[in-house]
């Protein structure tokens, strides 16, 4: 199936900036013309096919530049740095974001696994990372065509929808980011669970044991797990994750001391600080200097 062909029904469905919803739940289709430099975002668990254009995003050092060549693949909830600074009117990003369902992920990669067919990985070997790039194989391109085909008729999408959802999730779990998935979908998946733990319960005084001990793993396993996984320390990903969800609370209008109560900060000095040693500025120069256009925030 020929990409082109994707990339037509996208711009025959999406005519300004911003992301719309296509019918499918979880399934969105977006446009940026705006040149907007990396910020801190979150990203949770899904995929992100670009058909035209460039995006980048940013994970402790590593740049992931991804196109019409790769899709990313999250399989964590991560605290992640993104923009789309090659934007403009002459070239537009154009593409589709997939939202994994946890459920329906599950239930495959565990089919996936109770199959002779699948690759199995040692229970004890490295950690997949929890964001990676994968190709356009054939069955991956083949699934999304058939799934944004649906989008042009709400009896289709109805009916067919969510079959065609999992057509496309065993496509990423059988491609270059499957490891990955299976690894945070399927047997094995403590890390992801931490996460989401943590992300459930952003507000509150959740501390390392905590995240270990809802796993069943001692300290200094998870310690080492987590950090194969996500490349950070868990006390850096908690701070991470509690500070980009902050600053964009903060871009989108949020007051500064409620965006600091909001993801667990009890001290405002203490939370101005770390802003300010994290992105270089404090909480309310951000605010004045950091506005995103509403339609362009989700594309964080």
Same mark, same amino acid.
């Given at each position: 199936?020929?990409k082109?062909? !994707?990339k &037509?029904l996208?711009?025959?469905?999406?005519?300004?900036d911003?992301?719309i919803?296509?019918?499918?739940?979880?399934?969105? *289709?977006?446009?940026v013309?705006?040149?907007?430099?990396c910020a801190?975002?979150?990203?949770?668990?899904?995929?992100? $096919? !670009?058909?035209?254009?460039?995006?980048?995003?940013i @994970?402790?050092?590593?740049? %992931?530049?991804?196109?019409?060549?790769? %899709?990313?693949?999250c399989?964590?909830?991560?605290?992640?740095? $993104?923009?789309?600074? *090659?934007?403009?009117?002459?070239n537009?990003? @154009?593409?589709?974001?997939?939202?994994?369902?946890?459920?329906?992920?599950?239930?495959?990669a565990i /089919?996936?696994?109770? #199959?002779?067919?699948?690759?199995?990985?040692?229970?004890n =070997?490295?950690?997949p990372?929890? +964001?990676? *790039?994968a190709?356009w194989?054939d069955s991956?391109?083949?699934?999304?065509?058939r799934?944004?085909?649906?989008?042009n008729?709400?009896?289709? #999408?109805?009916?067919?929808?969510?079959?065609?959802?999992?057509? @496309?999730?065993y496509?990423?779990?059988?491609?270059?980011?499957?490891?990955?998935?299976?690894?945070?979908?399927? +047997?094995g998946?403590e890390?992801?669970?931490?996460?989401?733990? *943590?992300?459930?319960?952003?507000?509150?005084?959740?501390?390392?044991?905590?995240?270990?001990s809802q +796993? =069943?793993?001692?300290?200094?396993?998870?310690?080492?797990?987590?950090k194969?996984?996500?490349?950070?320390?868990?006390?850096?990903?908690?701070?991470?994750m509690? @500070?980009?969800?902050?600053?964009?609370?903060?871009?989108? =209008?949020t007051? +500064?001391?409620?965006?600091?109560?909001?993801?667990? %900060?009890?001290s405002?000095?203490?939370?101005?600080? /770390?802003?300010?040693?994290?992105? =270089?500025q404090?909480?309310?120069?951000?605010?004045?200097?950091?506005?995103?256009?509403?339609?362009?925030?989700?594309? &964080?």
């Amino acid at each position: 199936m020929d990409k082109q062909q !994707i990339k &037509q029904l996208i711009e025959s469905r999406v005519s300004e900036d911003g992301m719309i919803e296509t019918g499918i739940k979880g399934v969105k *289709l977006f446009r940026v013309t705006e040149s907007i430099r990396c910020a801190p975002a979150v990203y949770e668990p899904s995929v992100t $096919a !670009i058909v035209s254009g460039t995006k980048e995003a940013i @994970l402790e050092g590593g740049n %992931y530049h991804y196109d019409s060549s790769h %899709y990313l693949c999250c399989t964590l909830s991560m605290p992640i740095e $993104a923009g789309t600074p *090659l934007s403009s009117p002459e070239n537009p990003l @154009l593409g589709v974001y997939i939202a994994l369902d946890t459920r329906a992920m599950t239930e495959l990669a565990i /089919e996936m696994e109770s #199959t002779r067919a699948a690759i199995r990985k040692p229970r004890n =070997g490295p950690v997949p990372q929890g +964001v990676a *790039l994968a190709r356009w194989d054939d069955s991956f391109t083949d699934a999304l065509y058939r799934l944004l085909q649906l989008t042009n008729s709400p009896a289709d #999408t109805a009916i067919l929808g969510s079959s065609r959802l999992r057509e @496309l999730y065993y496509a990423v779990l059988k491609g270059d980011a499957g490891e990955s998935a299976r690894r945070a979908f399927g +047997v094995g998946n403590e890390i992801a669970r931490s996460i989401e733990f *943590l992300s459930s319960h952003i507000s509150e005084a959740v501390t390392i044991d905590d995240m270990a001990s809802q +796993v =069943g793993m001692s300290r200094a396993v998870f310690h080492r797990k987590f950090k194969q996984a996500t490349t950070m320390s868990p006390i850096q990903f908690m701070k991470s994750m509690r @500070l980009n969800n902050a600053a964009m609370k903060i871009a989108e =209008g949020t007051n +500064v001391n409620v965006a600091a109560m909001e993801v667990g %900060y009890v001290s405002s000095s203490q939370f101005s600080r /770390e802003f300010k040693r994290m992105y =270089g500025q404090s909480p309310r120069q951000w605010s004045q200097a950091r506005q995103i256009p509403a339609g362009l925030m989700a594309m &964080q």
